[in-house]
């Protein structure tokens, strides 16, 4: 295991994975409640994909994950806030005082 590189003292770290698909498909992926259902173990993701809106993530009828749209550029570039709020201990483990940026970007090469 590598490890993290490290810019301005915060540790990053880059995730990278390989899909074969269309940007069109992977972004449905991401944001069609019915696939999400599909792949996500159950779980929905509901939003009506404007800036500022929220979103959530709902399994079995509980609301898991929350957060709020940031950008919605279909199909090139989606952000939006991350809150786990059904499990308290997994929120307390992360520090209050240090912000949290998870990044994942996806584009296509003829090269791969």
Known sequence: MSKPEFVDARPTFVYVTYIETTAEKLWRAL??????????FGT???????????????????????????????????????????????????PRASPSCLSLTASWSSSH
């Open 44 to 94: 929905r993701l509901t939003s009506d994909w404007k800036v500022g809106s929220p979103f959530a993530l709902v399994m079995d009828g509980k609301i898991t994950d929350d957060g709020e749209v940031l950008v919605f550029d279909p199909p090139h570039r989606l952000s939006y806030t991350f809150r786990h709020i059904l499990n308290e201990q997994a929120r307390e483990e992360l």
């Open 31 to 40: 944001t069609d409640p019915a696939f999400t259902r599909q792949y996500w």
